[in-house]
């Protein structure tokens, strides 16, 4: 089985957070991409990269790059912010189905409840009633629907830091809760660390249901110094709690042989969530991360 390696906007520090700006232009960073070695990108932000089908389809083609997939987060514990939810992702999953991608990667709306940025990294609790579970799984599962019904997409859904789904705890309540069918799980290996698990058990105890893969590594030690200092989410990016490939904690030779074992065909998003005024600090970061995983049989 194959497994192909892309890259992503957020690697050049471009979020989906509404209060933080790009820092370079998308032209820049698919050049960087391309430069450094990966075949394929995520769409970032909505409205970053041409949202014209042509248009980005020929900046891709000009690079040899592919559209893979999209991350819309979601406010999935408000029922009353599902239809606005749905809208956006068919929003989304217009585009990527006119590219030919296949995925479209939901999350929560993570970054916006102050308690789980405060605390992550640190949560061991779920902070969800089972109703509230329910609630929030009924989201994933109208989203995961509607997208596929009209264009053919699969949900990858991805737990992350500083939402509500952030630890394997809380990513077992959602799975159970949802269509295995239409909604399958995007594995970020470095926050399934920084949230206390382990990323090969990961991949060990939900085998084809992982979907989508995240390759991101986590700096036990900084992870451990921003919580001494109980230093949130944002500031624990900032320090560098998602560092360079083979850096880290994940056992990355582990994961891919585990994923391969699994018979998963298709990418890995190399990410390095950063956050710095060092302009030349992605390119940097994704070259050695490319090279890294080419040391390793990728």
Not at 151 to 173: I, K, N, Q, S, W
């Amino acid at each position: 089985m194959t497994i192909r390696l892309a890259s992503a906007p957020v690697s050049w520090g471009i979020y989906e957070f509404e209060d933080m700006m790009p820092m370079f232009a998308y032209t820049r960073v698919l050049d960087e991409m391309h430069a450094a070695g990966y075949a394929g990108t995520e769409l970032g932000p909505y409205g970053y990269l041409p949202t014209n089908p042509q248009v980005l389809r020929a900046e891709l083609d000009a690079r040899g790059l592919r559209l893979l997939s999209a991350f819309v987060p979601v406010n999935l514990a408000d029922a009353s912010a599902h239809a606005a939810g749905i809208d956006e992702a068919l929003k989304v999953g217009k585009l990527l189905h006119a590219l030919g991608a296949d995925t479209l990667v939901l999350a929560d709306d993570n970054g916006a409840v102050p308690d789980l940025v405060a605390r992550a990294g640190r949560r061991t609790d779920s902070v969800l009633t089972s109703d509230q579970w329910d609630v929030y799984a009924r989201g994933v599962n109208a989203i995961a629907s509607r997208v596929h019904d009209a264009y053919g997409l699969r949900v990858a859904f991805h737990h992350h830091c500083g939402g509500y789904v952030e630890t394997p705890d809380e990513t077992r309540m959602l799975l159970d809760r949802t269509d295995p069918a239409q909604v399958g799980l995007c594995l970020d290996t470095g926050h399934w660390q920084y949230a206390g698990g382990d990323a090969l058990d990961a991949v060990r105890e939900f085998g084809d249901r992982i979907t989508y893969l995240h390759l991101k590594d986590h700096n036990p030690t900084v992870a451990a110094r921003c919580s001494e200092a109980n230093s949130d989410y944002f500031q624990a990016v900032m320090a560098g709690v998602f560092c360079p490939l083979g850096e880290g904690d994940v056992d990355f030779p582990g994961v891919i042989g585990a994923m391969r074992a699994n018979l998963y065909d298709g990418w890995a998003i190399v990410e390095q969530d950063i956050l710095t005024d060092d302009l030349d600090a992605p390119k940097r970061y994704a070259t050695a991360n490319r090279a890294y995983l080419l040391r390793i049989g990728l």
